[in-house]
Nanobody, 124 residues
Framework: QLQASGGGLVEAGGSLRLSCAAS????????LGWFRQAPGKEREFVSA????????ATADSVKGRFTISRDNAKNTVYLQMNNLKPEDTATYYC???????????????????WGQGTQVTVSS
């Protein structure tokens, strides 16, 4: 089970840190990803990383502003979001999957487990 949290309302230029805590399984063999979906739009990839390290991917739209990281002890993956823009407004979802090759890290159907989503709203 994945539990996402940390969303909220923030002004443009502000920061938020999203958390995704995993329970019921260890994540050592998984790829963890963040996706987002704005109203009326398709779900889009944000960032992903292999829990063991060695591979990561980030969407161009957030590169240099968003950073994915993990805490082994807490079995939690984070998305640090800085310099937020109104176009970042969306529901953010964390996901986990096994056996995901690097070229598929940005593909939502490659992931097996999804969190419930956390809302991020950026005001202008």
């Amino acid at each position: 089970q994945l539990q996402a949290s940390g969303g909220g309302l923030v002004e443009a230029g502000g920061s938020l840190r999203l958390s995704c805590a995993a329970s019921g399984r260890t994540l050592s063999s998984y790829t963890l990803g963040w996706f987002r979906q704005a109203p009326g739009k398709e779900r889009e990839f944000v960032s992903a990383m292999r829990w063991r390290g060695g591979a990561a991917a980030t969407a161009d739209s957030v590169k240099g502003r968003f950073t994915i990281s993990r805490d082994n002890a807490k079995n939690t993956v984070y998305l640090q979001m800085n310099n937020l823009k109104p176009e970042d407004t969306a529901t953010y979802y964390c996901a986990a999957g096994s056996g995901i090759i690097i070229s598929s890290m940005s593909t939502s159907r490659a992931y097996d487990y999804w969190g419930q989503g956390t809302q991020v709203t950026v005001s202008s």
